[in-house]
């Protein structure tokens, strides 16, 4: 039982518990966008056959994969999907009739030109060049090629291929973070969907609305990102100048005051309607309340001191902060779409873990301590949890063993004392408490034994370990180091989640577990049992996230560091064009931290 932080998400990992039948959080949204009218006349449904020229140009663009007239040409991660759709129709055209585009045709571009509204990029799906390429088909073009109309119906295709895939699963495929989405991805049959849901469809937007996933989270985030590409679009961008001091206390004059005002009246900090002198550069009063809530929502400490982190986030332009919520919905397309029971959420970079109950309301948040963002990154992953330990035993890791204790017992005979660690074989029978000889400490080095520290108050783990099984060996568990939890960034551990209060964690996690009140949770905590492990009645899914954006459930949005730039590199792994690579770390394309293990 040890922890081992790896490159987040290393390998794939099986989580079958996500895709089977759901009571607890399956939701269905429609998105609150509204169809722009068509401005050309649209044709019914029915599949004309192309002219033979057009017959043979159609399979031959297929086959090569690539249609000069997309933004992005190279489709051949989709070809086969291609293929298949016009082989069932005998390669007809699907989007246009007499000569025109079908009403599906038009609902499909419309939804293509307004992805920015759903967190996509409509650049991706030739958004901005439909409009010229229908105005082909409406009088604008007296001498068409004869294929111009399969290639218009190809690039229709691929642009809807495209859109309903990554919409749905996302826009990078994290290869090595396995959340569900994989699975889902390879069973979901693209062309029949667009055949049998677009194609024939009398309400394109909700079909393809019902592909995002079903999460009141998601839907909360995806208000917000909207929210924010209107204030983006309102905000004046001037920068805040630099404090002649190191730090802008309350009661100072700063220049830079008039354009605070206007930024936290608009990002909601300051009430619109505050007692401020409209010219006043004197920092005080309600602007230094209003600063405590920017601080307090952008991870900083609330104390309303203006110093060099505050005017970082101060400065940082409202277009980045779309970004981020771009890139906290592209992280929610790779999770399940089944998550039952409600999950336990730990979100790295808010140091946050919370308990879900029915229909995702929120019964538990808690800190945490996540992993060290130099070396020892916590990874994400979901996994069931499966039972929990009272009063457990530390198993040192390997790696904590050689480079931390070995060269403590050297120097300090009475360390394993002092520390109530003890030496143990492989069969777990106790070998010393005390100084360690020059054989042991060698075996200690090669693994043959092993370092142990003894239950109680004084453990790494704390008085409980909260586990479910993977192959990162990272849990949740107390700490005894309690004085981590008043900071506001918390990446110290070696990889596993240390929790601020895990006698109530635990009252969350054993509801409906047989008779487990608080008291007797204390009890076994601090008197009962040493290593007593309680199995749970029904296994808890623990999803560990990474959201450098959280919209809570009042609509308040806060914003965290990228403390393990995982945003930095999805933002350009997404910023490479198409077709996309899988990406090679967990979060598309991070370096790995060195593999390092500890509780």
Known sequence: EFCRSKREGIHNMKISLFVRRANAFSFLFVIPYVLAPAVVRAASPTAPQLPPSGQQALPSLIEAGTLEDLRWPIFTDYRDDVKNFYASSNYALVWLKDGHPTS???????????????????????????????????????????????????????????????????????????????????????????????????????ALSQLEPPYILYRRMEDAMRRYMQLAAQDDGEKLPPAKKKTIEPGDDYPGVPRLVRLLKLVGDLPTDADVAPDSTLYQGPIVDAMKHFQERHGLEGDGRIGKDTLVQLNTPLSDRVHQLQLTLERWRWAPRVIDPPPILVNIPEFVVRGFGKEETIELTMKVVVGKSYRTHTPVFAQNMTYLVFRPYWNVPLAIQRGEIVPKLKKDPDYLKKNQFEIVD????????????????????????????????????????????????VYLHSTPAQEVFSRTRRDFSHGCIRVEDPAKLAEYILQGNGNWPMEKITEAMNSGPDSQQVNLAHKRPVVIIYATAVVLPDGEVKFFQDIYEHDAHLQKALGRGLPRRPANAPTSGEPAPRQRAES
């Open 104 to 206: 599906q045709a038009l609902a499909v571009i419309t939804a293509l030109e307004q992805a920015d509204q759903v967190g996509l990029s409509p650049e991706d799906y030739d958004g901005p060049y439909w409009k010229d390429r229908i105005a082909r088909f409406s009088g604008g073009n007296q001498n068409p090629s004869e294929d111009e109309p399969a290639r218009f119906d190809l690039a229709l295709t691929v642009s809807a291929m495209r859109y309903i895939s990554e919409i749905q699963f996302g826009r990078v495929k994290p290869e090595r973070v396995h959340l569900g989405a994989d699975d889902a991805r390879s069973k979901f049959d693209l062309p029949q969907f667009l055949r049998d849901q677009v194609i024939n469809s009398n309400d394109v937007a909700t």
């Open 426 to 473: 492989r069969r777990g029978t106790v070998v010393s408490t005390g100084a360690a000889s020059d054989e042991q400490l060698a075996l200690l080095n090669t693994g043959a034994l092993s370092v142990r520290q003894k239950p109680g108050p004084k453990n790494s783990l704390g008085l409980a370990k909260f586990v479910f099984p993977n192959e990162h060996n």
